[in-house]
């Protein structure tokens, strides 16, 4: 299966600052149709995951364009710039290219 | 409003079986994929099962290691999602969430969650 490596674990942040967490693939997510099938979910406390991004970089329905999702191949980053306090929780990143679809095991986005 | 309600949830004895639904509304089911995900005690997501829309001839995939014990299905007149839980393992335990999806653009809905404890 493939693993989906998220670093760092925990990131303290500024409210107001940027973050920034990497996804790192044991393999290359590129789909041989082409598209690179990797997501992000946020979830805040008490709540359930919520899409944010996928194929990379679309940023799903009323999602801020704070959020960006970059990368490619098997190494991708979510960039949050001007983080708000709805933003914190856990982000996770997630690969639909491969079968079994797998999700990485979270960063914690927390005040600092 | 979207919503994805699941129910069925609860405490259960290794070896035994539950059923899980998903009723849903505020979008147009019979053309959405569904998926069922869980979240174990520490926190790690696992994707389970997913079942495609009748054009697609209702495909199911799943999971392996829930493959022969887990059940997907679907009915699409009463926009729900169901997950047979057979033979219960005590690593079964966990949050257990019904996600809608378009096919190549993630989960786009989740449910609130429903919890199934396994244990003796």
Known sequence: DV?????????????GDQASISC????????????????WYLQKPGQSPQLLIYKVSNRFSGVPDRFIGSGS???????????????????????????PPTFGSGTKLEIK | ????????????????????????SGF???TAWM????????KRLEWLAQIEDKSNNYFISYLESVKGRFTISRDDSKSSV????????????AIYYCTSDSGEEGFDYWGQGVMVTVSS
């Open chain 2, 82 to 93: 169901y997950l047979q839980m057979n033979n219960l393992k005590e690593e079964d335990t």
């Open chain 1, 73 to 99: 191949g098997s190494d991708f980053t979510l960039k949050i710039s001007r983080v708000e306090p709805e933003d914190l929780g856990v982000y996770y990143c997630f690969q639909a290219t491969h079968d």
């Open chain 2, 1 to 24: 409003e979207v919503q994805l309600v699941e129910t069925g949830g609860g405490l259960v004895q290794p070896g035994n079986s539950l059923k899980l639904s998903c009723a849903t």
């Open chain 2, 28 to 30: 147009t089911f019979s």
């Open chain 1, 24 to 39: 790192r693939s044991s393999q290359s997510l590129v789909h041989s149709n082409g598209n690179t099938y990797l997501e």
């Open chain 1, 3 to 15: 693993v989906l490596t998220q670093t760092p674990v925990a990131q303290p942040v500024t409210l």
């Open chain 2, 35 to 42: 998926n069922w995900i869980r979240q174990t005690p520490g």
